[in-house]
């Protein structure tokens, strides 16, 4: 059983920055992509950033040129760069993986708050 694990969340002001790490437990054979979703209440879970093992990215064109997604294999670990925060980048981030069998790996997920 893999398990992802965010960190990195918290309370920003606007304009600040932060990074989300997700550290997998173990290796995760056969990537096809990664990711960073998020979510506010009352709202469905949407895409942030991808990457795929190719190493294509895919932005949200609310995030784009200001958001920047890139993974460190040898630790097994994606990050998600966050620059000029705004309010409305408030959510809580939840990291996946899925696989070529079509897995998807999801972790439990770690807030950002952007407010004054």
């Known amino acids: 059983q893999v398990q992802l694990v965010e960190s990195g969340g918290g309370l920003v002001q606007p304009g600040g920055s932060l990074r989300l790490s997700c550290a997998a437990s173990?290796?995760?054979?056969?990537?096809?992509?990664m990711g960073w979703y998020r979510q506010t209440p009352g709202k469905e879970r949407e895409l942030a950033a991808s990457?795929?093992?190719?190493?294509?990215?895919n932005y949200a064109d609310s995030v784009k040129d200001r958001f920047t997604i890139s993974r460190d294999n040898a630790k097994n670990t994606v990050y998600l760069q966050m620059n000029s925060l705004k309010p409305e980048d408030t959510a809580v981030y939840y990291c996946?993986?899925?696989?070529?069998?079509?897995?998807?790996?999801w972790g439990k997920g770690t807030l950002v708050t952007v407010s004054s």
């Open positions: 996946n993986v899925v696989d070529y069998l079509g897995i998807n790996y």
């Open positions: 173990r290796v995760i054979f056969s990537i096809k992509a």
């Open positions: 990457l795929t093992s190719g190493d294509s990215t």
